[in-house]
């Protein structure tokens, strides 16, 4: 393995400035692992565009001497992107053949603020169909293996993005968060993932799976990195009307020592903590708990009352606004059409045509959606649903009266092997219990390394900070780093 893959962004820009390298150099080091990765994380490779990119950047270094890091603060740095976030002229999947082939004409707001500082998209990357999913298994081109145990999986939706960074294939990778897509491979990978505040980042050229939860954000080898990345992300954008007209702080100056933790009120919810944790989970999550207290932090146990029904929930809502969102998937206005559409006599087998692009699982989120959404159960379905979401976002605003930040695990496990859950939908849904109910309420939240289990599979810790906090959520995550809790051993 070569250094250069698993450098930092600081470490890549004092190499440019110390002349060991130029983005060219970087590039061509990133395409090469891709074409040997054996883990199916990278859909398809932008080697011309990434190239092109790297080559203006020589270009620049050779004129200047220097990083230009004011003006373009991601100056030559690697970027992998999920594959439903939009890239002019790139195409654009969702890892689905329902949008084989489709070649979008824009770039979606958080990638083209990227790309303006200075960042190379060097892949599109693999994920869940449609991000319906928790282990990856659910792409129509193959499933992503875990980049250190390839029998078991990376956790979805962005098991691309995650693997990708934790492999080398990038230095910071987009993913998004519906229910906890990017925290819940972040944890099983071992790297840093981070969803903001809802209507932190602009959606604008995102693929819609349920719009009143998805967001984008980064995963990467440390929290500085991705705090780097979401800070030029984020910002209001008058093309996405979910997008908060709020400035953000100055988040790099937030990442600190452990002594930003001393006085810390930490709250740890008792559902988070209950049965069903393993017990490789536990001890790790223990472990983390015991050095913030070591570092002068309060842990108080507390309670989050509606945490049982955030899972039912979230698949009500969700798939509600799936159905929604995927009506246009219909072969005229967006989707693959039948090759034989003009000799199709019946609209409903034009129809039947282009539903079979769609998998299993889409196909199952959609049916449940449409039902959840049908007259005479709206009011049973999805009408309630909203009403015990908003029950869940109150048990957070009580409990940030008395604490400063809430932790537990991410997930109640660590990676399962591929397979294993792929029959059992209940079972694959509940992966994502502990991630969800941040996602409903519309909380920034973020998965840490903090160990790994007998196993060697990674373990993370989920810190929840309260809306448009997330200068908080930064500084104690720095703080925790310096633990090295997380590092492999």
Same mark, same amino acid.
């Given at each position: 393995?070569?250094?250069?893959? =698993?450098?930092?962004?600081?470490?890549?820009?004092? &190499?440019?400035?110390?002349?060991k390298?130029?983005?060219?150099d970087?590039?061509?080091?990133?395409?090469?692992?891709?074409?040997?990765?054996?883990?199916?994380?990278?859909?398809?490779?932008?080697? /011309? @565009?990434?190239?092109?990119?790297?080559?203006?950047?020589?270009?620049i270094?050779?004129?200047?001497?220097?990083?230009?890091?004011?003006?373009?603060?991601?100056?030559?740095?690697?970027?992998?992107?999920?594959?439903?976030?939009?890239?002019? &002229?790139?195409?654009?999947?969702?890892?689905?053949?329902?949008?084989?082939?489709?070649?979008?004409?824009?770039t979606?707001?958080?990638?083209?603020r990227?790309?303006?500082?200075?960042?190379?998209?060097?892949?599109?990357?693999?994920?869940?169909?449609?991000?319906?999913?928790?282990?990856?298994?659910?792409?129509?081109?193959?499933?992503?293996?875990h980049?250190?145990?390839?029998?078991?999986?990376?956790?979805?939706?962005?098991?691309?993005?995650?693997a990708?960074?934790?492999?080398?294939?990038c230095?910071v990778?987009?993913g998004?968060?519906?229910?906890?897509?990017?925290?819940?491979?972040?944890?099983?990978c071992?790297?840093?993932?981070?969803?903001?505040?809802?209507?932190?980042?602009? @959606?604008?050229?995102?693929?819609? =799976?349920?719009?009143?939860?998805?967001?984008?954000?980064?995963?990467?080898?440390?929290?500085?990195d991705?705090?780097?990345?979401?800070?030029?992300?984020?910002g209001?954008?008058?093309?996405?009307?979910?997008?908060?007209?709020?400035?953000?702080?100055?988040?790099?100056?937030?990442?600190s020592?452990a002594?930003?933790?001393?006085?810390?009120?930490?709250?740890?919810?008792?559902?988070?903590?209950?049965?069903?944790l393993?017990? &490789?989970? @536990?001890n790790?999550?223990?472990?983390?708990?015991?050095?913030?207290r070591?570092?002068?932090?309060?842990?108080?146990?507390?309670?989050?009352?509606?945490?049982?029904?955030?899972?039912?929930?979230?698949?009500i809502v969700?798939?509600?606004?799936?159905?929604?969102?995927?009506?246009?998937?219909?072969?005229v206005?967006?989707?693959?059409?039948?090759?034989?559409?003009?000799?199709?006599?019946?609209l409903?087998?034009?129809?039947?045509?282009?539903?079979?692009?769609?998998?299993?699982?889409?196909?199952?989120?959609?049916?449940?959606?449409t039902?959840?959404?049908?007259? &005479?159960?709206?009011?049973?379905?999805?009408?309630?649903?909203?009403?015990?979401?908003?029950?869940?976002?109150?048990?957070?605003?009580?409990? =940030?009266?008395?604490?400063?930040?809430?932790?537990?695990?991410?997930?109640?496990?660590?990676? =399962?092997?591929?397979?294993?859950?792929?029959? /059992?939908?209940?079972?694959?849904?509940?992966?994502?219990?502990?991630?969800?109910?941040?996602s409903?309420?519309?909380?920034?939240?973020?998965?840490?390394?903090?160990?790994?289990?007998?196993?060697?599979?990674?373990?993370?810790?989920?810190?929840?900070g309260?809306?448009f906090?997330?200068?908080?959520?930064?500084?104690?995550?720095?703080?925790?780093?310096?633990?090295?809790?997380?590092?492999?051993?």
């Open positions: 393995m070569s250094d250069l893959r =698993f450098l930092s962004i600081k470490e890549i820009h004092d &190499g440019f400035d110390e002349k390298f130029t983005p060219t970087l590039v061509n080091e990133l395409l090469s692992a891709i074409d040997k990765s054996e883990t199916n994380s990278v859909l398809r490779p932008l080697k /011309d @565009r990434s190239l092109e990119q790297a080559k203006m950047g020589d270009q270094l050779k004129t200047q001497g220097k990083v230009p890091r004011s003006e373009t603060p991601l100056f030559g740095i690697p970027i992998g992107v999920k594959d439903l976030l939009t890239i002019d &002229g790139v195409e654009t999947t969702c890892a689905s053949k329902m949008l084989e082939g489709y070649i979008p004409p824009y979606s707001t958080a990638v083209k990227l790309e303006s500082a200075g960042a190379i998209s060097i892949a599109k990357l693999n994920m869940d169909e449609f991000a319906m999913g928790s282990s990856n298994e659910n792409s129509a081109y193959g499933p992503v293996k980049p250190t145990h390839p029998d078991h999986v990376p956790g979805g939706s962005s098991g691309g993005s995650a990708a960074v934790r492999e080398g294939l230095t990778a987009l998004t968060d519906t229910g906890g897509s990017i925290r819940l491979p972040a944890s099983f071992g790297v840093v993932g981070i969803k903001p505040t809802y209507g932190r980042v602009s @959606r604008y050229g995102l693929v819609a =799976f349920a719009s009143s939860l998805d967001q984008i954000g980064p995963l990467s080898r440390s929290v500085e991705s705090v780097r990345v979401l800070d030029v992300m984020a209001h954008d008058p093309r996405d009307s979910t997008s908060a007209p709020l400035l953000k702080g100055n988040w790099l100056k937030s990442l020592g002594e930003s933790l001393k006085g810390l009120k930490i709250g740890v919810p008792s559902e988070y903590m209950g049965e069903g393993t017990d &490789g989970v @536990r790790s999550v223990d472990a983390a708990f015991e050095w913030l070591s570092q002068g932090a309060t842990i108080k146990t507390m309670s989050l009352p509606h945490t049982d029904y955030a899972v039912a929930t979230y698949y969700a798939v509600s606004e799936a159905s929604s969102n995927l009506s246009r998937f219909d072969g206005r967006f989707g693959k059409r039948p090759k034989s559409a003009d000799q199709v006599d019946k409903e087998d034009f129809y039947k045509t282009v539903r079979a692009n769609f998998g299993a699982e889409v196909k199952r989120r959609i049916i449940l959606g039902y959840s959404l049908s007259s &005479g159960y709206y009011d049973a379905y999805y009408k309630r649903a909203c009403q015990v979401r908003n029950l869940i976002k109150q048990d957070f605003d009580h409990a =940030f009266k008395e604490v400063d930040v809430i932790m537990g695990p991410v997930s109640p496990n660590t990676a =399962f092997r591929i397979g294993e859950k792929s029959a /059992d939908p209940l079972q694959m849904y509940l992966n994502d219990i502990m991630t969800i109910p941040a409903l309420a519309g909380l920034p939240a973020m998965s840490l390394p903090c160990g790994a289990d007998e196993k060697g599979l990674p373990i993370g810790l989920q810190i929840i309260k809306h906090e997330e200068e908080m959520l930064f500084s104690v995550a720095s703080a925790f780093e310096t633990s090295k809790l997380g590092e492999e051993k």
